[in-house]
């Protein structure tokens, strides 16, 4: 069973670059046409997906957020990583991490998801 879980500052200035990490277990990110994504919930808001990287390592970005978001990997810790630049209190939300065989923007789409964290953008 893939589990995940997502670790990073839960308070990040405004402009600032926030970093989240999600380590992986119970499988590998290189493996099985694994796409690895960041999707975050706005408060009252619905999910919203922000990128993936696949097995292969090349990343796909949501086009309202690609000028500002960066997903890469760390294959020795199975883990991947997400920033996102220069933050604004519409930033603020919970962060989840999650994976799916195959590739999808759509939220509902992944099947693994790791418990989320809350990221918040205030000075």
């Known amino acids: 069973q893939v589990q995940l879980q997502e670790s990073g500052p839960g308070l990040v200035k405004p402009s600032q670059t926030l970093s989240l990490t999600c380590t992986v277990s119970?499988?590998?990110?290189?493996?099985?046409?694994?796409?690895w994504a960041w999707i975050r919930q706005p408060p009252g808001k619905g999910l919203e997906w922000m990128g993936a990287?696949?097995?292969?390592?090349?990343?796909y970005y949501s086009p309202s957020l690609k000028s500002r978001t960066s997903i890469s990997r760390d294959t020795s810790k199975n883990q991947y990583t997400l920033q996102l630049s220069s933050v604004t209190p519409e930033d603020t939300g919970v962060y989840f991490c999650?994976?799916?065989?195959?590739?999808?923007?759509?939220?509902?789409?992944?099947?693994?998801w790791g418990q989320g964290t809350q990221v918040t953008v205030s000075s």
């Open positions: 999650a994976a799916r065989k195959g590739y999808s923007d759509s939220p509902s789409d992944y099947d693994y």
């Open positions: 119970g499988g590998s990110i290189t493996t099985n046409y694994g796409y």
């Open positions: 990287i696949a097995y292969s390592g090349s990343a």
